[in-house]
């Protein structure tokens, strides 16, 4: 924990720079509306979300302003494109 103390015009202000609990940096906040970053919208389609309305139905997301939706498919996109790999080589090209 590092203390970073500002004084701006004789009113002291005080950043204590935290690490979140279970979160490494970086990490982007996808919904600020809600305080949703990106590791919780991935491990939620980790366990098992595979759309938008169950993200929201899980974590809240884009059900306030809905400004983070676009960013959130763009997550939700990426994680379900990952080709499978067994031993080595994608899915699609496993022969038995």
Same mark, same amino acid.
């Given at each position: #924990?590092t @203390?970073?103390?500002?004084n701006?015009k004789? &009113?002291?202000?005080?950043f204590?720079? +935290?690490k @979140?609990?279970?979160q490494s940096? @970086?990490f #982007?906040? *996808?919904c600020?509306?809600k =305080?949703?970053?990106?590791?919780?919208?991935? /491990?939620?389609?980790?366990?098992g /979300? %595979? %759309? +938008? =309305?169950?993200l929201?139905?899980?974590l809240g *997301?884009? %059900?306030?302003? =809905? &400004?983070?939706?676009v960013?959130t498919r763009e997550l +939700?996109d990426e /994680?379900?494109?990952v080709?499978p #790999?067994?031993? =080595? +080589? @994608?899915?699609?090209?496993?022969v038995a």
């Amino acid at each position: #924990m590092t @203390p970073i103390i500002i004084n701006i015009k004789f &009113k002291w202000l005080m950043f204590v720079h +935290l690490k @979140p609990l279970n979160q490494s940096f @970086p990490f #982007m906040y *996808v919904c600020v509306c809600k =305080g949703i970053t990106d590791r919780q919208i991935k /491990a939620a389609i980790n366990d098992g /979300a %595979s %759309s +938008l =309305g169950q993200l929201r139905k899980a974590l809240g *997301v884009a %059900s306030q302003c =809905g &400004k983070c939706s676009v960013m959130t498919r763009e997550l +939700l996109d990426e /994680a379900l494109s990952v080709t499978p #790999m067994i031993n =080595g +080589l @994608p899915q699609f090209y496993a022969v038995a």
